[in-house]
């Protein structure tokens, strides 16, 4: 048997697409009429519309889904890393009626550690000094090693310092000065060293040894040995120290002779300018480099001056070394700071008298130099009876 065909004609409602008979006035359904004339008319069937249908296919659904949750990942992020008020972890708005409190980070404060101090000088008290006549703010500055400016705000002076006889004033005492100790002395070859005079040279192309040697007028074995070459090649770019005081004499028949001092004035090496002792410190020895080898006639001299004592005691001292110690004569005792200048030259002896030696300058004066000298001990007052 074959199925019974159904050759009936049908049609759609056109509200609610329901197939209703062809010849169907009115929709069982919906109850909408239908005009048969129109319908009879028209070859074509009415349809219903339809909603439009979006058709995923698996993997676009997937990679929607992961996006959506990256995004939110990505906003809770946001949030947890801003929260606005960094003390409060967020505030959230309860029902209507519900009172509830914020929660607040108490932050623990850092101990810090106090640095130590360093120990400071205690200033030391001003010493009183009575104007004597035709006394200067600046005389009174330089022999007590203070400027002229601390001098008068110490005094409330005016700005000329203006200064009367008999006046007193308070000198404030200069700040000591860490100064190497004085058993710190050079030796003869240290002191050679120092006073003598180098040039630093750079190898250029197409020198030798032999080239640099004549230019200098120093030898090669001094030039050698004196930057520890293990032979006579030197490289370009290389740098050698050559010491120009260990040059060779004026070759020649006649050489010039070497003509006699006026001398140059003596490097003062110890102690530096400014140094400050105490009478803790036991000697203190002056120093100065050699300015040549000395005639059998000739000597250092050597001055100091106490710009501090009341006639500024002045002595000078005769030796053939380039070093002396300042004499116990010079040490302060009257409980205050001595100021002293001094410097060195080279003099020729004249001969001698039934009195004294006689010398003569026979060079230039070499830089001069202050250094204070003050006792750590109250002077003592001897008692006197009445």
Same mark, same amino acid.
């Given at each position: 048997?074959?199925?019974?065909?159904?050759?009936?004609?049908?049609?759609?409602?056109?509200?609610?697409?329901?197939?209703?008979?062809?010849?169907?006035?009115?929709?069982?359904?919906?109850?909408?009429?239908?005009?048969?004339?129109?319908?009879?008319?028209?070859?074509?069937?009415?349809?219903?519309?339809?909603?439009?249908?979006?058709?995923?296919?698996?993997?676009?659904?997937?990679?929607?889904?992961?996006?959506?949750?990256?995004?939110?990942?990505?906003?809770?992020?946001?949030?947890?890393?801003?929260?606005?008020?960094?003390?409060?972890?967020?505030?959230?708005?309860?029902?209507?009626?519900?009172?509830?409190?914020? $929660? @607040?980070?108490?932050? &623990? !404060? /850092?101990? %810090?550690?106090? +640095?130590?101090?360093?120990?400071?000088?205690?200033? =030391? #008290?001003?010493?009183?000094?009575?104007?004597?006549?035709?006394?200067?703010?600046?005389?009174?500055?330089?022999?007590?090693?203070?400027?002229?400016?601390?001098?008068?705000?110490?005094?409330?002076?005016?700005?000329?310092?203006?200064?009367?006889?008999?006046?007193?004033?308070?000198?404030?005492?200069?700040?000591?000065?860490?100064?190497?100790?004085?058993?710190?002395?050079?030796?003869?070859?240290?002191?050679?060293?120092?006073?003598?005079?180098?040039?630093?040279?750079?190898?250029?192309?197409?020198?030798?040894?032999?080239?640099?040697?004549?230019?200098?007028?120093?030898?090669?074995?001094?030039?050698?040995?004196?930057?520890?070459?293990?032979?006579?090649?030197?490289?370009?770019?290389?740098?050698?120290?050559?010491?120009?005081?260990?040059?060779? $004499? @004026?070759?020649?028949? &006649? !050489? /010039?002779? %070497?003509?006699? +001092?006026?001398?140059?004035?003596?490097?003062?090496? =110890? #102690?530096?300018?400014?140094?400050?002792?105490?009478?803790?410190?036991?000697?203190?020895?002056?120093?100065?480099?050699?300015?040549?080898?000395?005639?059998?006639?000739?000597?250092?001299?050597?001055?100091?001056?106490?710009?501090?004592?009341?006639?500024?005691?002045?002595?000078?001292?005769?030796?053939?070394?380039?070093?002396?110690?300042?004499?116990?004569?010079?040490?302060?005792?009257?409980?205050?700071?001595?100021?002293?200048?001094?410097?060195?030259?080279?003099?020729?002896?004249?001969?001698?008298?039934?009195?004294?030696?006689?010398?003569?300058?026979?060079?230039?004066?070499?830089?001069?130099?202050?250094?204070?000298?003050?006792?750590?001990?109250?002077?003592?007052?001897?008692?006197?009876?009445?």
């Amino acid at each position: 048997m074959s199925p019974e065909k159904n050759s009936s004609k049908t049609k759609l409602c056109p509200v609610c697409g329901t197939r209703l008979n062809a010849n169907a006035t009115k929709c069982l359904v919906c109850g909408t009429e239908f005009d048969v004339k129109a319908d009879t008319k028209k070859k074509s069937e009415v349809r219903a519309k339809r909603l439009p249908e979006i058709t995923l296919s698996l993997p676009a659904a997937l990679g929607l889904l992961a996006l959506f949750i990256t995004l939110g990942a990505v906003a809770v992020f946001l949030i947890l890393n801003n929260p606005g008020d960094p003390t409060t972890v967020g505030d959230i708005t309860p029902e209507a009626g519900t009172a509830t409190s914020s $929660p @607040t980070i108490t932050i &623990t !404060p /850092t101990v %810090t550690q106090t +640095p130590t101090e360093a120990p400071t000088w205690t200033p =030391l #008290p001003p010493i009183e000094y009575i104007v004597k006549p035709n006394d200067v703010c600046s005389g009174i500055a330089a022999a007590f090693n203070v400027s002229v400016q601390s001098i008068i705000l110490e005094n409330n002076l005016s700005a000329d310092c203006n200064l009367l006889e008999n006046q007193v004033l308070m000198i404030p005492q200069p700040t000591p000065t860490a100064s190497p100790q004085p058993t710190e002395t050079l030796s003869e070859a240290e002191k050679t060293e120092e006073s003598c005079e180098k040039v630093y040279y750079t190898v250029k192309e197409n020198d030798t040894l032999s080239s640099i040697s004549d230019t200098y007028n120093v030898s090669m074995a001094t030039i050698r040995e004196y930057n520890s070459l293990p032979s006579d090649t030197v490289l370009e770019d290389q740098t050698l120290i050559i010491p120009l005081c260990m040059r060779e $004499p @004026t070759a020649g028949p &006649t !050489p /010039t002779p %070497t003509s006699l +001092p006026p001398y140059p004035g003596p490097n003062l090496l =110890l #102690p530096a300018d400014g140094a400050s002792f105490t009478s803790d410190t036991g000697t203190i020895t002056l120093q100065w480099a050699a300015v040549s080898e000395l005639q059998s006639n000739e000597a250092y001299a050597v001055t100091i001056i106490d710009l501090t004592s009341e006639n500024k005691l002045t002595e000078t001292f005769y030796v053939t070394e380039t070093s002396y110690i300042v004499p116990a004569s010079f040490s302060p005792n009257d409980g205050r700071p001595h100021v002293y200048r001094w410097y060195v030259y080279v003099v020729r002896q004249l001969g001698t008298d039934e009195e004294e030696e006689n010398w003569e300058a026979a060079g230039n004066k070499s830089e001069e130099r202050v250094f204070s000298w003050y006792s750590t001990t109250s002077p003592q007052v001897t008692p006197t009876s009445e």
